[in-house]
Nanobody
Framework: QVRLVESGGGLVQAGASLRLSCVAS????????VGWFRQAPGKEREFVTA????????DNVDSVKGRYTTSRDNAKNTVYLEINNLEPDDTAVYYC?????????????????WGQGTQVTVSS
């Protein structure tokens, strides 16, 4: 079991960058794939990016998808999502989720554990 807590959201202007954190207060995130999802008002939850579980428990592994970079720091039991050049359409609640020994799926149903979310609001 793992308990996730996101932080780092806030109100920013378009063009800025943010780094969101997903900390496991219980359990070891190194045993999990971690996915990032977001949900904007009136819209369905959508996949952003994910880090697969690695059998070698490699640290600081980056996954870059366009403006989104996710990485993990196993010593801090934390996964990060950095978003660059933020746009108003990035406004949403961002969630991290964990999938035990997962492959970094883009499907939410693969993730059993979810954080409470952190709000990101981008003004134009």
């Amino acid at each position: 079991q793992v308990r996730l807590v996101e932080s780092g959201g806030g109100l920013v202007q378009a063009g800025a960058s943010l780094r969101l954190s997903c900390v496991a207060s219980e359990g070891a995130l190194s045993n999990y794939a971690v996915g990032w999802f977001r949900q904007a008002p009136g819209k369905e939850r959508e996949f952003v990016t994910a880090l697969a579980w690695r059998p070698d428990s490699a640290d600081n592994v980056d996954s870059v998808k366009g403006r989104y970079t996710t990485s993990r720091d196993n010593a801090k039991n934390t996964v990060y999502l950095e978003i660059n050049n933020l746009e108003p359409d990035d406004t949403a609640v961002y969630y991290c989720a964990a999938d035990w020994y997962g492959a970094g799926s883009s499907f939410a149903f693969h993730y059993r554990y979810w954080g409470q979310g952190t709000q990101v609001t981008v003004s134009s």
